[in-house]
């Protein structure tokens, strides 16, 4: 035997398989959090397109317009919908494990941090709501 | 740092945006804004740096996101390279376009 450290392994790692996640419902819960991102991102393709269209003048935009209306588009957009809300509710409901803010000692509850994201979520939901169908 | 600002834009702004382009207006359930008003509303400097940041923010949101679902969600660290560049280059070219269209507004 030359050196027996070259026949020892070095460190052991169990193979993780691809569907891990689906085991339990946390998991699972878990990466759709995490996949709401995609939709997050599909949003933004869509919002573009529609600068784009804009752009390009009233007939392309009307034509944006009418695609939207596909079923295809409309379910899409409509999972896209809920997925977003998901996202915001849990990231909402994730600031109270974030930020630690002490008052008088003692610390805030977790409803004293998140409650005010919701309200601030309505509001701005509101202005932007209104700015858009004023014209 | 991208992320949890990309985060906190996205959970804010994205829910109505959707709301009402993705399925209010395409429906019917509230007169669409006509096409001059929407232009007119995109052309002001404000509204165009506002869409900026709501895109880029959250595109690089998504790519960090994304990253980390596919190390550990699908288990496959190894291509992290591929998945860098797919991640956060697909950001930085989204974010070109955003500031190329929004730019060309005439």
Same mark, same amino acid.
């Given at each position: 035997?030359? /050196? %027996?450290?070259?026949?020892? %392994?070095?460190?052991?790692? #169990?193979?993780?398989? #691809?569907?891990?996640?689906?085991? &339990?419902?946390?998991?699972?819960?878990?990466?759709?959090?995490? *996949?709401?991102?995609?939709?997050?991102?599909? @949003?933004?393709?869509?919002?573009?397109?529609?600068? &784009?269209?804009? #752009? +390009?003048?009233?007939?392309?935009? *009307?034509?944006?317009?009418?695609?939207? &209306?596909?079923?295809? =588009?409309?379910?899409?957009?409509?999972?896209?919908?809920?997925?977003?809300?998901?996202?915001?509710?849990?990231?909402?409901?994730?600031? %109270?494990?974030?930020?630690?803010? +002490? =008052? +008088?000692?003692? &610390?805030?509850?977790?409803?004293? @941090? *998140?409650?005010? /994201?919701?309200?601030?979520?309505?509001? @701005?939901?509101?202005?932007?709501?209104? @700015?858009? =169908? +004023?014209? | 740092?991208?992320?949890? !600002?990309?985060?906190?834009?996205?959970?804010?702004?994205?829910?109505?945006?959707?709301?009402?382009?993705?399925? !209010?207006?395409?429906?019917?359930?509230?007169? !669409?804004? $006509?096409?001059?008003?929407?232009? !007119?509303?995109?052309?002001?400097?404000?509204?165009?740096?506002?869409?900026?940041?709501?895109? $880029?923010?959250?595109?690089?949101?998504w790519a960090h996101r994304f990253r980390f679902t596919l190390y550990?969600?699908?288990?496959?660290?190894?291509?992290n390279?591929?998945i860098n560049?797919f991640c956060y280059?697909?950001?930085?070219?989204?974010?070109?376009?955003?500031?190329?269209?929004?730019?060309?507004?005439?």
């Amino acid at each position: 035997m030359n /050196n %027996p450290t070259e026949y020892l %392994p070095r460190s052991y790692h #169990t193979r993780v398989s #691809t569907y891990w996640w689906l085991a &339990r419902w946390a998991s699972v819960k878990f990466i759709l959090r995490e *996949a709401s991102s995609v939709f997050v991102a599909w @949003i933004v393709v869509v919002t573009l397109l529609q600068i &784009r269209a804009l #752009t +390009r003048g009233p007939a392309d935009y *009307a034509e944006l317009q009418n695609s939207l &209306r596909s079923p295809l =588009l409309l379910t899409l957009n409509a999972v896209s919908l809920a997925f977003v809300i998901f996202h915001a509710v849990t990231w909402f409901n994730l600031a %109270p494990k974030a930020m630690v803010i +002490r =008052l +008088r000692g003692k &610390r805030l509850s977790s409803l004293a @941090i *998140a409650a005010p /994201n919701y309200v601030a979520w309505v509001v @701005i939901s509101a202005a932007i709501a209104w @700015i858009l =169908l +004023r014209g | 740092m991208l992320f949890s !600002a990309g985060g906190v834009v996205s959970a804010m702004l994205m829910p109505i945006h959707v709301l009402l382009f993705g399925l !209010a207006f395409p429906l019917g359930w509230v007169d !669409a804004p $006509s096409y001059e008003h929407l232009l !007119a509303l995109v052309r002001h400097p404000l509204t165009r740096v506002y869409l900026f940041i709501l895109c $880029s923010l959250a595109l690089f949101h998504w790519a960090h996101r994304f990253r980390f679902t596919l190390y550990d969600g699908l288990q496959i660290k190894h291509l992290n390279e591929l998945i860098n560049t797919f991640c956060y280059g697909g950001a930085t070219l989204g974010t070109a376009v955003a500031a190329y269209l929004l730019w060309r507004i005439p």
